[in-house]
């Protein structure tokens, strides 16, 4: 028999019995994953919003661990909560949160609730954050970046960095959100629903924005790499009506070409730029082509 932690199969177990998910002493079979350093007085990040946001949630179970500040720092409370929970579940009780204590925490709130793993951490993710939430919405962009093709893929390493920053921004642009490239509880819920949506084979239609001015050959930037990736799902759907382009966010000659080819299709104005009315039918379409 073989059995799968993290989605890597253990070719070597014969005849063995799978671990237990909800056992504190196994490691790595835990979603989200142990962050590999331990969280005690002084640390501020993502994690430690994380494990607020869950102690929070356990203490219908276990009032006297007490309510947290969800605010990303490992705080005098926050330490006393964990030396509570900790006696509770007959662990160690030093107030840290080490992998043990972590894998305890999470395993029992996912116990208790449905949203489990995908639980928004508390706090807003942004340039500098680290945290294993956010190399969830890393891999999460990863997946969907295959399908919406305007969303740079990047490292799944848990830092929010510039190319993670403009992945955010491409997708809140797609969805009708602000696109300021931080993930807040809307961001954070709307790549859920839009990656559920996308695994269960259900995609989901973009309200993309027409930029406001008409973009030709020269242009660059999210908008043009908008028009690339759009009119390449066109094509493929239409059976290579026209040519596919590289999308790179720079409106040369190939896009030039792609955009003239799919006005002539669509009987648009043929100019090569991209207007209102292209724009807005280039939206249609591609909605009609996912």
């Known amino acids: 028999m073989e059995y799968e932690i993290n989605g890597n199969f253990n070719v070597n177990c014969v005849n063995c019995t799978p671990p237990d998910p909800t056992d504190p002493s196994v490691p790595g079979v835990v979603d989200p994953a142990y962050p590999g350093t331990a969280l005690r007085r002084g640390s501020s990040s ?24 969800v605010d990303g720092k490992y705080g005098s409370s926050t330490e006393a909560a964990v030396r509570r929970y900790q006696a509770i579940k007959g662990l160690s009780a030093d107030g840290v949160i080490g992998r043990n204590t972590w894998n305890a925490i999470v395993s029992e709130y996912n116990t208790y609730n449905p949203q489990g793993p995908d639980t928004y951490p508390g706090t807003a993710m942004r340039s500098g954050s680290r945290g294993v939430s956010i190399s ?31 992945a955010v921004r491409l997708f809140q642009k ?38 406001g001015t008409v973009l030709r050959q020269g242009s660059t930037g999210d908008s043009v790499r908008f028009v690339q990736s ?14 596919t382009v590289v999308v790179d ?35 249609t379409e591609y909605n009609n082509a996912i």
């Open 46 to 69: 993502t994690d430690v919003s994380l494990m607020q946001t869950y102690l929070n949630a356990l203490n219908a179970q276990y009032p006297q661990i007490g309510r947290l500040t």
């Open 136 to 166: 969830k919405m890393q891999t999460y962009l990863n997946d969907l970046s295959r399908f919406y093709t305007a969303i740079p893929s990047q490292t799944v390493d848990g830092i929010y960095g510039s190319n993670t920053t403009t």
């Open 174 to 211: 797609q969805f009708g959100l602000s696109a300021d490239g931080v993930i807040g509880q809307n961001t954070w819920n709307a790549i859920i629903r839009v990656h559920n949506a996308l695994t269960s084979g259900s995609p989901t239609k973009v309200s993309t924005a027409y930029p």
């Open 230 to 243: 759009y009119l390449n799902t066109i094509s493929v759907k239409e059976g290579g009506a026209f040519p």
């Open 249 to 283: 966010g720079k409106y040369g000659r190939a896009t030039r070409n792609q955009v003239m080819a799919f006005q002539t299709r669509y009987g648009l104005n043929i100019d090569g730029a991209v207007g209102p009315a292209t724009w807005s039918r280039m939206i």
